[in-house]
């Protein structure tokens, strides 16, 4: 009895600490990173430039044709959403028409359920009805807060869309996050974080603010932590909220623009880092100030996992690296407890520099929200 207590609270450790991976990924798959409401079809080619691999889109010849062009895989509605008005015959349509196309990637079951009060049964109706109509696409849903997925699991695709920034602290959304990789591992099903990339203010009538809290679009910086960070948590791919919707049109604030494609960019440089499997535990740490280990969520204030890129991965040596992701707005410092790691070099790859280990095992300060990519990392001492 005691050996097996002893198990299920390193399991439900490595859990909260983000470093048990529900299956290893493959090494060279690419990375699903889409955004919503990409707007015509003339911008297509921007976002596949941009290294956008898929988008949220409408199932009809104009915009899956333009999508095939452009290299874009489409989330897309078919014809009718779960809930009030669901339309099984739209469905049937649907995948008669359109569910062999290339560019079609997934069928979208359904927006939000959660906070638009539609049911887990009136969600799965949807996606009984896509199978009965003989669809051979993956199904995919979004909730808004992740633990409702305890009950909202009904599809291939499980993805959480937390927006944060302006009105919380970003904690909240690796808090929700973690509810959707633990989901997803149960049924071997994949996770796409969808992470905000605008300013709340563009739709205060959706969402009003108290004074003194005022909205504003994530920075470079915070949208970094966020991608990263979800990775860290267990997800498969990444979304974006959004492009153009009509009211928020990114490319009219090219600072956002300019980070998020920064940002996607650096993931497609480094992307058999970003789909290595894990590899073990990290070393055991502590924090420099003991009081400040969980952030406002009350989870580790720096997440941190070990992964192993495979040998002929393009661009990144093989080996076994670190990420590391401050999820707080404060400077953080942690201790490896292993006396064997004291005065070990490692190689920071966006320094390209080396950073010591100091001879008791503390390694430098992460700044606030900042993502460190490390290694290869040299075999235990």
């Known amino acids: 009895m005691p050996s097996r207590v002893s ?114 049964a009136e969600v799965s109706l949807v996606r009984r009805t896509l199978l009965a109509a003989g669809s051979r696409r993956p199904s995919a849903l979004v909730v ?17 869309d937390r927006y944060p920034v302006g009105w919380q602290p970003l904690a909240a959304f690796f808090q929700h996050m973690r509810h959707g990789a633990v989901a997803a591992g149960v049924g071997h099903r994949s996770f796409i974080a969808v992470i905000q990339s605008f300013d709340w203010s563009v739709y205060s009538d959706i969402h009003p603010f108290p004074e003194p809290i005022t909205p504003r679009p994530p920075t470079t910086r915070e949208l970094r932590c966020m991608a990263w960070g979800a990775r860290v948590i267990g997800a498969d791919g990444l979304f974006f909220y959004c ?73 990144i040596p093989p080996g076994t690296y670190w990420i ?16 064997g790691w004291a005065g070990v070099a490692l190689h920071d790859l966006d320094r390209d520099t080396l950073r010591q280990i100091d001879a008791d095992g503390w390694m430098e300060p992460l700044s606030p929200y900042e993502v460190r990519l490390m290694g290869p990392i040299p075999d235990r001492p």
Not at 324 to 333: R, S, W, Y
């Open 243 to 315: 492009f153009d919707d009509g009211r928020w049109r990114i490319r009219e604030h090219p600072e956002t623009w300019e980070g998020l494609c920064q940002v996607v960019r650096e993931i497609r440089d480094r992307e058999p880092l970003f789909t290595a499997p894990r590899w073990g535990l990290p070393p055991r740490s502590e924090n420099l100030e003991p009081s400040r280990r969980f952030n406002e969520a009350i989870e580790p204030s720096v997440i941190w996992s070990a992964v192993r890129v495979s040998p002929g991965a393009p661009g």
């Open 7 to 120: 198990a299920l609270i390193l399991v439900a450790l490595a859990l909260f600490t983000g470093c048990l991976h529900r299956r290893p990924a493959a090494v060279h798959r690419s990375v699903p990173i889409g955004i919503y409401s990409p707007g015509s079809t003339s911008n297509l080619p921007i976002l596949r430039q941009a290294g956008f691999s898929h988008v949220r889109g409408s199932a009809n010849r104009e915009f899956l044709d333009a999508a095939q062009s452009a290299g874009l895989g489409v989330l897309a509605n078919p014809g009718t959403s779960a809930g009030v008005g669901f339309n099984p015959a739209a469905v049937r349509t649907s995948v008669r028409l359109w569910d062999r196309h290339p560019a079609l990637w997934a069928w979208y079951l359904s927006d939000e359920p959660d906070l638009n009060e539609v049911s887990p």
């Open 144 to 160: 808004y807060r992740g633990p409702s997925l305890a009950t909202h699991h009904d599809a291939d695709i499980l993805m959480v």
């Open 324 to 339: 590391q992701v401050n999820t707080t707005a404060e400077f953080h410092q942690l201790r490896i407890r292993d006396a």
